[in-house]
């Protein structure tokens, strides 16, 4: 029997007294947070959610997140975290899909108006019975009429409950996936997969009570929930929440709580490097800071080598998917960090690269990377074809592209889908990110195909320059056909204030196709 919210309660025994969540001037102990994930627990029983029913929550990082987080796995439920930019229809479309009995949804604010979106989406959904609005101030009355807040529901509740102790098979939660092609799909992950992978993680930081964690990765992502949330507080690790992620704020924070440890996508650090050479006591950040994760999308070894300089600090990368929950591969503490590396499997996983027809590519070849392990998900929920299409006798294969050295170390070289077959020749954009990177007027670059009526595709890059730099497109194509193969070099660059990105940081390479 196991189920992941005993990750906080054996925390809360524990270190009852310990700050498990700040924000702000805010600081709740591990006491506290698991109290209130009690009386959610009781809400939902007392709501008519059994074990195995999907309960739906969307929420920034807000002490709300692990809140409802924990109090849906301790009522048996399944999580269902979504993505807080979704709008009503979208809501709709996932409450239906993972068929949601309730929904917990934050109110939001004038920018971001989460709780009407939310209420629209839930009236639009089939079958989810329940909706409760998460108010900034959890005394207020909802501003939605006919809506019941979370503050008043919880009113008088019990802050003791017995944990409903599921099977570690049994799905914990549901991951929808970004969906770049078709309908989004919800990976389904189990107690086990979650657990094993949060531990790893656990162990492979070396963390340590007096860990303090700057959160700024979403914790309805993979990479948050995992990382930061579940192995965060089974280590009885402080998590500083930053609801949306500003690079001076975050320096501010790393400063003033003492950060040991930050996990961020490469766009995170590109902004921390920026921000860093500015008005900022580096050395009072770097004093405390112990180490640094990047994952999410490759890491430019210029960013990387840069941000290491300025704060003194090894920034271990390494890999995963929703659906490996997420982490498969890093950059192992005791041994060589091999910058631009996703390192080598963590424990209890096995990684190999395969063609279109599974078959291992030959050494030094690169080819599909695909996994097997206690981190694998067990498919994708109500899609059997979808998941017979991406696991084959455990293995799951990722749809990214990958070399492995002599040491055993992976290299991305792209994503499947991002490469660019130009005349006949296959173009990895990463190859090209990381040579321009080296520019001394680029600032971030990110490369995509074009349409064109001769090639198939033409190569063009989306560039932010450095602040007061003059570079023009003519220079920054001959510098490139200097350093490039002839059939690689970007033909068309375009130059960009910003590049359009996720939630969760990533550069959408979708969408500058599209404008393209």
């Known amino acids: 029997m196991l189920n992941l919210a005993l990750m906080l309660e054996g925390t809360a025994e524990r270190l009852p007294s310990r700050d498990a969540v700040v924000l702000g001037d805010t600081r709740l102990s591990y006491a506290q947070i698991n109290g209130a994930a009690n009386q959610v627990a009781n809400l939902l029983v007392e709501s008519g959610i059994r074990p195995g029913d999907r309960v739906a929550l969307s929420c920034p990082n807000l002490p709300y997140f692990p809140i409802v987080y924990y109090g849906i796995l301790k009522a048996g439920a399944v999580v269902v975290p979504l993505n807080v930019l979704l709008k009503a229809g979208e809501i709709a479309y996932h409450l239906q899909d993972s068929g949601a009995k309730a929904y917990f949804c934050f109110e939001g604010s004038p920018e971001l108006p989460m709780g009407s979106e939310g209420w629209q989406g839930f009236r639009g959904a089939d079958g989810c019975d329940h909706f409760f609005l998460m108010t900034a101030d959890p005394q207020a009355p909802s501003p939605i009429e006919g809506s019941a807040t979370l503050g008043s529901a919880l009113a008088g509740r019990a802050t003791r409950f017995e944990t409903v102790l599921t099977e570690a098979t049994d799905t914990a939660v549901i991951l929808y996936t970004s969906g770049t092609t078709g309908q989004p799909k919800g990976a389904e992950l189990s107690h086990a997969n979650m657990v094993m992978n949060a531990m790893t993680c656990w162990r492979l930081f070396g963390a340590v009570d007096e860990d303090v964690h700057l959160v700024t990765l979403p914790l309805f992502h993979s990479f948050g929930q995992t990382v930061q949330l579940n192995a965060g507080l089974y280590s009885g690790a402080t998590l500083v929440l930053l609801p949306r992620f500003d690079a001076g704020t975050a320096l501010a924070l790393m400063e003033r709580e003492r950060v040991t440890f930050f996990a961020g996508v490469p766009t995170m650090y590109w902004g921390l490097l920026s921000a860093g050479r500015e008005k900022v006591d580096v050395a009072a950040i770097t004093a405390h800071l112990r180490m640094a994760v990047s994952g999410g999308a490759a890491l430019p070894v210029e960013i990387l080598e840069q941000v290491e300089k300025l704060y003194g600090v090894r920034i271990r990368e390494g890999y995963g998917l929703s659906e490996t929950s997420p982490v498969a591969s890093f950059n192992h503490p005791g041994r060589e960090a091999k910058p631009g590396s996703i390192g080598q499997p963590v424990w209890g996983v096995r990684m190999r690269l395969v063609d279109a027809d599974w078959n291992e590519v030959p050494e030094g070849e690169a080819g599909e990377i695909a996994i097997r392990g206690h981190n694998v998900m067990k498919g994708y929920h109500g899609r059997p074809e979808a998941t017979g299409d991406v696991l ?42 990381e040579v321009m990177m080296t520019h001394q007027d680029v600032s971030l670059v990110a490369v995509v195909g074009v349409p064109h009526p001769s090639h198939g595709e033409e190569v063009k890059a989306f560039v932010i320059r450095q602040p007061g730099s003059q570079l023009t497109e003519g220079e920054l194509v001959d510098w490139c056909r200097e350093r490039m193969a002839s059939y690689k070099y970007p033909r068309l660059v375009e130059f960009r204030d910003d590049l359009p990105m996720t939630s969760t940081g990533k550069i959408l390479k979708r969408r500058l196709r599209d404008e393209a």
Do not use: H, Q
Request: proline share 2%; glycine share 12%.
């Open 392 to 433: 084959r006798d455990g293995w799951f294969r990722t749809g990214d592209v990958a070399r492995r050295d002599e040491d055993g170390y992976y290299f991305i070289v792209d994503r499947a889908k991002d490469m660019i077959v130009r005349g006949g020749f296959n173009v990895y954009p990463r190859e090209l990110e």
